[in-house]
């Protein structure tokens, strides 16, 4: 069922992303950043099986934060996809802020909740730290990354279009390993053994390798959408040209 869920999550992270730029435009995609933020911190504490390897959650997530920053580079330009990071980053300082909070109320006598609470957050401040790190530093990659590789295929082709998938995928897929390394050896050196830890990290780079190749489908399908809301938004109406 591990490999179902993950499937699923995958194609809703996705489709979310979509969804949220076609809903509410720009505007949308920083607020699926927060959002994908905040479930991510939450599902990177949980370590499943699945595939034939052990993994720890919020690979679909974070993916699709790469998703949304990486739209945001390609539609809007390196300076909303800047925003957007920093809208990621600013999200999870307050996560952690709060889930911090969380575990230090005293509980009413007939509260139920705390000490679940206090089993999931007293133990990941070093998580939550090692998560902001990959994610801030690697983001920041990822949007330099792919101007960086946007300015060399425009060289070479002569075209500001063409080459789309290879800035996609070369700037998530080598941004994503840098994260996968702060946050698994920031998060997990001297809790696992280093072998489990070489292990563990691996496969969540394969997933996210998986993830970078599955998602250059829903970039195009973004690309068409703006073509398609910007084409709407500049034929004006008879009726409003003559106000």
């Known amino acids: 069922m591990n ?18 730029m076609r809903l509410f435009g720009k505007g949308g ?18 370590l499943v099986h699945a595939f034939g390897m052990d993994q720890t959650l919020g690979n ?11 739209i945001l580079s390609e539609v809007y330009g ?5 925003k957007g990071v920093h809208v990621g980053i600013i999200t999870t300082v307050m996560f952690i802020l709060f889930s911090f909070l969380w575990t230090h109320y005293i509980p009413a ?17 070093r998580i939550l730290i090692a998560s902001l790190a990959g994610y ?17 295929t425009e060289k070479k082709t002569g075209d500001h279009n063409k080459l789309l998938w290879f800035r996609n995928n070369f700037s998530t897929l ?21 072998k489990e830890l070489i292990s563990i ?20 399908i973004a690309k068409l959408i703006a073509k398609k809301q910007e084409a709407k938004s500049s034929t004006v109406e008879p009726s409003e040209s003559t106000k």
């Open 60 to 70: 679909t997530l974070f993916a699709a934060s790469y998703l949304a920053t990486d």
């Open 3 to 20: 490999e179902l869920f993950l499937i699923i999550s995958l194609l809703v992270s996705f489709g979310a992303t979509i969804l949220f």
């Open 109 to 125: 006598e007939s509260d139920w909740a705390m000490s679940s609470v206090k089993k999931l957050f007293t133990n990941t401040p």
């Open 29 to 46: 995609l920083y607020a699926w950043i927060a959002v994908s933020a905040i479930l991510a911190n939450i599902e990177v504490t949980i």
């Open 136 to 152: 801030a530093i690697s983001e920041k990659l990822d949007v330099w990354l792919y101007h960086k590789w946007w300015s060399l």
């Open 174 to 194: 080598i941004s994503q390993l840098v994260n996968i390394v702060i946050f698994n050896f920031g998060a997990f050196l001297f809790v696992f053994p280093m």
């Open 78 to 82: 390196k300076k909303d996809a800047d």
């Open 201 to 220: 990290t691996t496969a969540c780079y394969v997933i996210y390798i998986v993830t970078s190749l599955l998602d250059t489908p829903f970039i195009y």
